[in-house]
């Protein structure tokens, strides 16, 4: 997805609850040890995938998300769901820069301080006017010196296993920190990663069981504690 793609994509920031495509869903989200997970799916194709990278080892990797809709009369969550639940907390769903290593997709949040000076007034700017854009501006596509990377995919059994980090951003002005805790393996911080994932889904359930759209300020709150 481009720049253009995710403005697009953020038109419906603020559209009401009720025209959202995740509406009437009942998330389960649960964080499983490692090795119970590898236990029950390590075989099956999915955790194949999984175990080709994320899990394979060379990634300090200690718990997995795992998503689901509990409300069987709506199905499974597809894609098209939990993408739009994911831009809706201010991820970007269309990376440019990532590799895949064997998922169905993967999502990006700028985190930390900015790259470029002041940026953060423009975001505060834009809230004056619309609150449209603020995530969009101040997650998706911030020039943060950190960013939150998760790849999903999805199991056998219709849930979306979530594997998230913490890394530096290519926006970051430290070339070749940027470049060594993206080449090598293992630079990554998992633990951190997950436990911010994690908060970020459950503050969506939270405003999903009160029929409410996450709040930029909400986001904003939960992400600068990491």
């Not at 253009?4 to 869903?25: E, H, W």
């Not at 630079?187 to 029929?211: A, I, P, Q, W």
């Amino acid at each position: 997805m481009s720049i253009i793609g995710s403005f697009v994509r953020s038109f419906d920031d603020t559209t009401s609850f009720s025209l959202k495509s995740y509406a009437g869903c009942d998330l389960g989200i649960s964080s499983i040890l490692l090795d119970k997970f590898l236990e029950k799916n390590g075989k099956l194709n999915s955790g194949k995938r999984l175990k080709a990278h994320e899990l394979s080892g060379k990634e300090n990797v200690e718990e997995i998300i795992v998503l689901k809709n509990l409300n069987h009369d709506l199905g499974d969550l597809t894609a098209w769901q939990v993408k739009d639940i994911l831009d809706d907390l201010g991820f970007n769903i269309g990376v440019l820069i990532s590799h895949a290593f064997s998922s169905d997709f993967t999502v990006a949040m700028g985190i930390g301080k900015f790259s470029i000076p002041f940026y953060g007034l423009i975001p505060k700017l834009f809230g004056v006017f619309t609150s449209r854009f603020q995530k969009l501006l101040y997650f998706k596509l911030s020039p943060g010196k950190r960013r939150l990377h998760a790849r999903f995919f999805e199991m056998h059994d219709g849930s979306w296993a979530v594997v998230a980090h913490i890394e530096n951003n290519i926006f970051s002005l430290n070339i070749l920190r940027t470049l060594m805790t993206h080449i090598p393996a293992g630079k990554g911080d998992y633990v951190n990663g997950t436990k911010l994932m994690f908060e970020l889904l459950m503050e969506f359930d939270r405003c999903l069981k009160s029929h409410r759209v996450v709040r930029f300020e909400n986001i904003k709150s939960i992400v600068e504690k990491y």
